[in-house]
Every structure is written in C-alpha cells, then in structure tokens.
C-alpha cells in the first residue's frame, strides 16, 4: 500500500498561480502510475492529469492541458501539479491518487489509492 499526502493549496487570485504537491510513503513509490483529480462544492470528482510510474508519459483533461503541469520526482517519492492561469472554476478540493496497473484507463473507480485532499480556491 501507498499513503497519499496533498500539500500547497490556498488562496489565489484569478491568474494565479499555484504548485501542488503530493508526497507518497509505503511501498515504492515509482510502483505507481500518479494522478490528480479535483471536486467542486455538488459536482463528481473528475479527472484532471497523470504521470506514468518513470514520469515519461503524461495525460490530462481537455479543460487542464496547456495550464496545468504534471510532475513526478521518485527520488523524493512525491508528484506535483504546477497551476498556471488558474480561474475561479478551477476551485476546488484536489486530490492526488495512485494506481498501481493500466496506463490509459484515468477514471476515479481505477485509481486505488487516495489522499485527504487540498482546497485551492480561486477568486475573481
């Protein structure tokens, strides 16, 4: 098993920005294929990106990619989520996950591994 642990959420101004990180302890931490999702106040936890267990590939959802930044160090067992451009709709509990098999498959039933949560909330 792997414990999951968010840090770096807080308050920030529309165009902000804002770095999320993700410290892992348990079992080998480059075991696991790494991803973060988020939840807005009465909608479903969605998906918004992940790494591969070497850091080589990654993949994220249409409304993140080209402000969002996924990032693994297995050194220091932790992965990060650089947010650039962030907009109110981006508030939201963030959630970092871990999986430790299929690399393609981004749904929340296939990650088995979840941590508390960090609130990033975004003003306008």
């Known amino acids: 098993q792997v414990q999951l642990v968010e840090s770096g959420g807080g308050l920030v101004q529309a165009g902000g920005s804002l770095r999320l990180s993700c410290a892992a302890s348990?079992?080998?931490?480059?075991?696991?294929?790494m991803g973060w999702f988020r939840q807005a106040p009465g909608k479903e936890r969605e998906f918004v990106s992940a790494?591969?267990?070497?850091?080589?590939?990654?993949h994220y959802s249409d409304s993140m990619k080209g402000r969002f930044t996924i990032s693994r160090d297995n050194a220091k067992n932790t992965v990060y989520l650089q947010m650039d451009s962030l907009k109110p709709e981006d508030t939201a509990v963030y959630y970092c996950?871990?999986?430790?098999?299929?690399?393609?498959?981004?749904?929340?039933?296939?990650?088995?591994?979840w941590g508390l949560g960090t609130q990033v909330t975004v003003s306008s």
């Open positions: 348990g079992r080998t931490f480059s075991s696991y294929i």
């Open positions: 790494i591969s267990k070497r850091g080589g590939i990654t």
């Open positions: 996950a871990a999986r430790d098999t299929g690399w393609g498959s981004f749904d929340v039933e296939g990650f088995a591994y």
